[in-house]
């Protein structure tokens, strides 16, 4: 990418001076003055979302000698030659340049001007001019049309086979994603406990297939590492042994350890206890979620919840969970655990920041309550069990999680930074891959990314708008960001990128978020757990939220 800037700079800097010493009469050289595509002038020599039927002019110095033209002006998609027409403009110093055949949607098509093209005196350009061509995409219709209900169960089915079918063979736990191997994940593991039962409950497998990878789960979990309870981020499917996720974080991460626990008493709050098999489940369920030493991870008792612990590094990671960002489940948690709870004080101060994680900023006219626009998965992770209709003293949850959506779309909308496709339709900034590796996208850091998850993960928030985004993602993008478990993990227009990975975390939320806006299934069986009324009474959180 540097190259290709400086690269750019250098022609740039050499057109310049080309231009002025062109007003010399004694020049020997001719000179390419502007250069425009479909009657628009443009700069630079990389051109993104061209229309495949496009006409490219020069305007030079003087005229150019068009059989020379025809020789020296050449355009290539990949190695094949594409042939074009040349004529005059209303100038006859402008050069016409007309493809004969459409190019191909969504393609780079590299343009040569060599430097022996001469003008009609004979004069030489004397300089390559080479050009990137980046054609728009095809947005036609990709797939048959299908009803909205029948597009929503296909989501999720196919998303559904992320965590079934792709699971690690030993485990049965979640890949981190595509390419990782027998590396897995606890946390993105959490959010496939859900998806199955959403597989169970729409019929992708049987009940008993369901039994099935609950149990191969649940027993790797008794004999994986754990800290002081707590699962590390990252495990190896067939060892059961902590894979760090960074240099000292090679212990418990409280985060994930949350989402887990999460996805297991929903599974616990799903199982039927008349069922012996299925009591046998809940009793080891309970078991794991009881062990999890939550008051551990106060680092001697401060009034706040820390993210990591090693059995290496200790407390070295340092990183004190204060504020609102993704993590209200595990302070939720916490305060529920039968075993190892935490009092209101550690989520007053460590939490709530005794009061200063409330804002109420407005952005596009629309009230945030707790702090500034974030990457989408702020308002998916905690939620995807415990329903955002919540109140607590800092906020109403449905409203912050509603209006963090409403913002990010409008940003979309309004495009500050001019992005191809961004709008009311294709919109979503959160964290997830890109076309240099992975980074949080949000409205701060917005760098040309749409991640289909953002969008399709906060359809309880924004039913009709998440909808109109998944039917676009399908239908107009289907044949580049559709595949084996459903839509692939980003894309970026502006830079000719589409992902051809999956995440865990980022498929999760997509099939257990559609189906609680369908019937509140992983919901109501999150908050019927005893537990997490017991910790509402102790944190003063109202639910529902009045």
């Known amino acids: 990418m540097k190259k290709a800037l400086y690269f750019t700079l250098f022609i740039n800097i050499l057109l310049i001076g080309c231009s002025d010493s062109d007003t010399s009469s004694e020049n020997q050289n001719f000179t390419l003055l502007k250069t425009y595509i479909n009657g628009s002038e443009v700069t630079g020599s990389v051109f993104r979302n061209i229309p495949v039927n496009s006409v490219i002019e020069f305007e030079f110095s003087e005229p150019v000698d068009i059989i020379s033209a025809q020789k020296h002006i050449t355009l290539f998609k990949g190695s094949d030659q594409i042939n074009l027409t040349f004529t005059t403009g209303a100038s006859s110093n402008i050069l016409q340049i007309e493809p004969q055949t459409s190019l191909a949607f969504f393609t780079r098509h590299d343009l040569a001007i060599a430097a022996e093209l001469t003008s009609i005196k004979g004069k030489k350009l004397n300089l390559f001019m080479p050009y990137r061509l980046f054609t728009e995409l095809d947005l036609s219709d990709k797939f048959p049309s299908i009803s909205e209900e029948e597009l929503l169960t296909k989501v999720q089915q196919q998303t559904f086979k992320y965590f079934y079918d792709f699971a690690q063979?030993?485990?049965?736990?979640?890949?981190?994603?595509?390419?990782?191997?027998?590396?897995?994940?606890?946390?993105?593991?959490?959010f496939g406990l859900m998806a199955l039962i959403v597989g169970i409950e729409r019929?992708?497998?049987?009940?008993?297939?369901?039994?099935?990878?609950?149990?191969?789960?649940?027993?790797?979990?008794?004999?994986?590492?754990?800290?002081?309870?707590?699962?590390?981020?990252?495990?190896?499917?067939?060892?059961?042994?902590?894979?760090p996720f960074s240099a000292k974080d090679n212990g418990g991460d409280l985060v994930e350890t949350s989402f887990l626990v999460q996805g297991l008493i929903t599974v616990r709050q799903y199982l039927n206890p008349n069922v012996a098999r299925e009591q046998n489940l809940i009793n080891r369920i309970n078991e794991l979620w009881e062990d999890v030493e939550w008051s551990w991870y106060r680092k001697n008792n401060e009034n706040v919840l820390y993210w990591h612990w090693s059995p290496n590094f200790g407390w070295e990671m340092n990183f004190p969970m204060y504020g609102y960002f993704e993590q209200q489940i595990t302070y939720i948690l916490a305060a529920a655990s039968p075993t190892y709870s935490i009092p209101k004080i550690v989520y007053t101060n460590g939490y709530g920041r005794n009061g200063a994680i409330v804002k109420n900023n407005f952005h596009y006219g629309i009230q945030l309550p707790l702090e500034s626009p974030a990457p989408l998965f702020w308002v998916h992770y905690s939620y995807l069990g415990m329903h955002p209709n919540i109140k607590d003293e800092y906020a109403n949850y449905w409203t912050q999680n509603k209006n963090a959506t409403l913002i990010n779309r409008a940003y979309c909308i309004a495009n500050p930074k001019n992005y191809p496709l961004y709008g009311a339709n294709c919109w979503g900034l959160t964290s997830s891959d890109n076309q240099n590796g992975y980074a949080a996208h949000y409205p701060g850091n917005d760098l040309g990314v749409i991640s289909p998850t953002a969008a399709l993960s906060s359809m309880p928030y924004t039913p009709q708008e998440s909808i109109n985004a998944m039917k676009f993602f399908y239908y107009k993008l289907g044949d580049k960001l559709w595949g084996e478990y459903g839509f692939y993990d980003a894309f970026n227009i502006s830079a000719g990128w589409f992902a051809n990975s999956y995440l865990a975390i980022d498929q999760g939320p997509i099939i257990v978020m559609i189906e609680n806006h369908r019937t509140g299934l992983l919901w109501n069986l999150f908050m019927s757990a005893p537990e997490i009324q017991t910790a509402f009474t102790k944190l003063n959180i109202t639910y529902p939220a009045p």
Do not use: C, P, Y
């Not at 736990?173 to 027998?182: C, F, H, I, Y």
């Not at 149990?215 to 707590?230: N, P």
């Open 203 to 243: 019929g992708f497998i049987t009940r008993e297939q369901g039994l099935t990878r609950f149990e191969k789960i649940i027993s790797f979990l008794e004999t994986a590492d754990r800290f002081h309870g707590a699962w590390a981020h990252w495990m190896n499917g067939n060892t059961g042994d902590v894979i």
């Open 169 to 190: 063979a030993n485990s049965g736990m979640a890949r981190e994603r595509n390419t990782s191997g027998d590396l897995v994940t606890s946390g993105g593991s959490g």
